[in-house]
Each structure stands twice: as C-alpha cells, then as structure tokens.
C-alpha cells in the first residue's frame, strides 16, 4: 500500500465561500473543488507553485461553478461534475453520479449522489484520506437549503453522509456556522455538546478564524439536521418516530429563522 499525501490548502472566496485545492504530491496534479471566484483560484494555485489539472463541481449554483470556464482556458484542465446536472456545468469533460471515482494522482474520490439543495448535487469522498468535499449539502451545524429537491431526498442525502466513518473530515463550501450555531441551540438547547461547541465556535470566529472543515463524529452530536432521527428531537419538534417530518420542521424553522 502506497502512501498518498494530500495537501489541502483553503482561502476564502467571494462573501463566505471556501476555495479549496488539493494537490496530490506524487504525480503534481491539482484539483480545484468548486470555482466560486476564478481569479483566486488561479492566484492561489500560483501562489502554491500547483497548476490546477481538475475541477471537482459539487453543483451547478455560480458560487462552485462560475469560474470554470476561465479555469479551463487558462489550465487546459478537465472538468467533472455532476451528471444530474451536467447541462448547467459550464465547460464539463466527464458527468459522475453515485459509484463512480476519480483519479487525482495516487488518490481516489468515490462519488455520493446527494440531492436535494439542487437535483444532481455530488459529494467527493476520500476514503483513505478521511475526508469529503460536501458543497453544499451539509455545513457545520447546518446543511444546505432544500432548493431543487424533496425534504424526504435531502433527509437522505444526510443520512447517507452520516454513515461516512465517523473520522471523516467534512469540507463545506461556506463559513456559515456561526449563524448555523445561533438557530441549532434554539432547537436543541439542552445539548451540552452543542453548548460547547457555540462557545468555541464564537471564540474562533471572533478572532476571525474559520471553523472549516469539521468532523463528522462532531457533527453527529451537536447538528441538529442530522440528529432528525434522536427521538428526543423528534419529540421537541412534535415528529416523534418520524425523521423526514423532524427534519422538514427543522429545516422550515431555519428558513424563517
Ligand atoms: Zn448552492
Ligand atoms: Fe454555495
């Protein structure tokens, strides 16, 4: 068994988006995950010494996708994407759904189909790295507003991210967890984990540091839109035994929040 290194390097994009490159030691390939600013991206992968070879889409929205197209003119590099939504990708080479991977040098990211903030949304999980670029399905204590799809699909997607090992790093696309924290402890406010984590959360944003990416353990006790299934939230929420409506009320109080 070989050993991949992966270097993953963040800045922050547009208002609060995370630019991500990931660059794959052995074979120098780099892949940009999203594009919400390409000028960044081409300057932060400068910055680097990487030349971006992939552009990884999670969805079709302009904050992950608006900057391939310069990307690919000044790069050359091959653009994947979500095949649910490959006629919104600008400049898309190779359409993924679940079950499909790709190569990044030594590396593999295995595809989850994980709809719901939009029809074809995809999420790019490394195994043997413990970690998953998410877009914008799940953010720390949040997860993406239901868009294009079905309470009932994004209530899947999330339980689909939530049998990731429970290690696995989450790579969300925006810095949102500050607010996310404000509404998680007006559901759920007897969670002492969840307490904690909105101190440290207020603590690491006050000295202007992100919170980006978190662990899915982490989330698993203290994000409320997926903890939908605990029957103590189901209960709060007046949905016991049921996860899809626990969720859809979460996520509507949310909305309105
Ligand atoms: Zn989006
Ligand atoms: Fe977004």
Known sequence: MTNVTLDIHKFPCLNDNYGYLVHEAWSGQTAAIDTPDAEKYLSEADRMGWTISHILNTHWHPDHAGGNLRIKEHTGCTIYGPAGEAGKI????????????????????????????????IAYHLPEQATAFVGDAVFALGCGRVFEGTMDMMWNSLSK???????????????????NARFAVTVDPDNAALTDYARWIDERRA??????????DKELATNPFLRADDP??????????DAVATFAEIRTRKDRF
């Open 232 to 241: 103590a939230l189901q209960a709060a929420m007046g949905h016991a035994g």
């Open 90 to 121: 600008p400049g898309i080479d190779v359409a993924l759904s679940e079950g499909d991977t790709v190569e990044l040098g030594r590396a593999t990211a295995q595809i989850l189909d994980v709809p719901g903030h939009t029809i074809g949304h």
């Open 207 to 216: 000295e202007g540091l992100p919170t980006v990416p978190t662990r899915l």
């Open 161 to 179: 991210l939530k049998s990731l090992p429970p290690e696995t790093l989450l790579y969300c696309a925006h810095e949102y967890t500050q607010a």
